[in-house]
C-alpha cells in the first residue's frame, strides 16, 4: 500500500531557530515528491519538487533533500520566521496513469518569539 | 498568478440537504480536483477531471458526484448530505495529466452538517 508517514506531527521553535522535517514514503513507482506548507485556513502551496535523480533543492530558507533508495526525504527551513508557521505536507507523485498523488498527513510548525 | 477560487468559506446544512461546493480557475487548466482534509488523515481525492464533461472517481467517491460542464468550472455535489461528510473540502487544477505538473489549491470550504 502506499503510504507517506510525516514526522514530527508538530513542532514548536523560536524565531530564528533551525528545523527539519521528515518524510518516509513506501509509494510505487517513483516520480516525484514535492513539499507544499499549508497556512492556516488556506489551501496548500507548493514549495520545492525533487525527481528521482535530484538529491537537493532549495527555495529561500527552504532546502529539501532526497534520498531514493532510503525512500526519505527531509525539509529544513533555516532562521525560522513567525510566518513559517504553518502545516508542512509531503506528496509522493507515482508514475504513468496520470495524476496519481499520494499525502502524507502534515508536519504542524509553529514558531514563536 | 493562477487563481483558484471556491464558493464559500464555511458553510452548515442540515443531514439530508443537498449540497453544491464550487470551484472555478481561471488559468485554462485541463485538470480539476476535489479533495477531503480531516485531522489525522491528510487530503483524499474525491474526484477529478481531465476535461469537460469528463469525472473519475478517486479514493472516496462515495456519497458524492461531480460537474464539469464548463472548462473553468468544477462543482462537488453532495447528494443528502451526512454528518460524516463534515470537513475541509479543497479543490486543485493542474495543467496537464502528468503527475510532476503542480497542482493549484484553493483556500477551501469548510462544510459543516448538522
Known amino acids: 500500500k502506499n503510504q507517506v508517514e510525516q514526522s514530527p506531527q508538530s513542532l514548536i521553535i523560536l524565531e530564528g531557530k533551525n528545523c527539519t522535517l521528515q518524510c518516509n514514503y513506501t509509494v510505487s513507482p517513483f516520480s516525484n515528491l514535492r513539499w507544499y506548507k499549508q497556512d492556516t485556513g488556506r489551501g496548500p502551496v507548493s514549495l520545492t519538487i525533487m525527481t528521482f535523480s535530484e538529491n537537493t533543492k532549495s527555495n529561500g530558507r527552504y532546502t529539501a533533500t532526497l534520498d531514493a533508495d532510503t525512500k526519505q526525504s527531509s525539509l529544513h527551513i533555516t532562521a525560522s520566521q513567525l510566518s513559517d508557521s504553518a502545516s508542512y505536507i509531503c506528496v509522493v507523485i507515482t508514475t504513468g496513469g496520470g495524476n496519481k498523488l499520494t499525502f502524507g498527513t502534515g508536519t504542524q510548525l509553529k514558531v514563536e518569539l | 498568478d493562477v487563481k483558484v477560487t471556491q464558493s464559500s468559506r464555511y458553510l452548515v446544512k442540515r443531514t439530508g440537504e443537498k449540497v453544491f461546493l464550487e470551484c472555478v480557475q481561471d488559468?485554462?487548466?485541463?485538470?480539476m480536483f476535489w479533495y477531503r482534509q480531516d485531522p489525522g488523515l491528510g487530503l483524499r481525492l474525491i474526484y477529478f477531471s481531465y476535461d469537460v464533461k469528463m469525472k473519475e472517481k478517486g479514493d472516496i467517491p462515495e456519497g458524492y458526484s461531480v460537474s464539469r460542464e464548463k472548462k473553468e468550472r468544477f462543482s462537488l455535489i453532495l447528494e443528502s448530505a451526512s454528518t460524516n461528510q463534515t470537513s475541509m473540502y479543497l479543490c486543485?487544477?493542474?495543467?496537464?495529466?502528468?503527475?510532476?505538473?503542480?497542482?493549484?489549491f484553493g483556500p477551501g470550504t469548510r462544510l459543516t452538517v448538522l
Open positions: 486543485a487544477s493542474s495543467l496537464l495529466a502528468e503527475g510532476s505538473n503542480e497542482q493549484f
Open positions: 488559468m485554462d487548466h485541463e485538470n
